[in-house]
């Protein structure tokens, strides 16, 4: 089995890994996908009203846009496991 595996799939890619920004943490390759939809993450200073305006966004849109629904749903699984109290 690791015989087909080829570098890129055993070794995590440095655009996945989640960096500060301001007060809330994400990925380089959610920020290529933001940028594509012209949302420049530095307008926003916490990751909720990022959130909000990206779900915003995909309410009034006529377009699929399932690479901004990934990044909807997977910054918002970051914060709820990272920043909610249980």
């Given at each position: 089995?690791?015989e087909?595996?080829?570098?890129?799939?055993?070794?995590?890619d440095e655009k996945?890994?989640?960096?500060?920004?301001?007060n809330f943490?994400?990925?380089e390759?959610?920020?290529e996908v933001l940028?594509?939809y012209?949302?420049?993450?530095?307008n926003?200073?916490?990751?909720e009203?990022?959130?909000?305006?990206?779900?915003e966004?995909?309410n009034d849109?006529v377009?699929?846009a399932?690479?901004l629904?990934w990044?909807s749903?997977?910054?918002s699984?970051?914060n709820?496991?990272?920043?909610?109290?249980?």
């Open positions: 089995m690791l087909s595996l080829n570098d890129k799939e055993l070794f995590a996945d890994f989640h960096i500060k920004h301001k943490y994400i990925t390759r959610q920020i940028s594509r012209d949302i420049d993450i530095n926003y200073n916490n990751i009203s990022l959130l909000f305006d990206i779900e966004y995909l849109s377009e699929d399932p690479d629904e990044v749903e997977s910054l699984e970051f709820y496991y990272n920043n909610t109290n249980k």
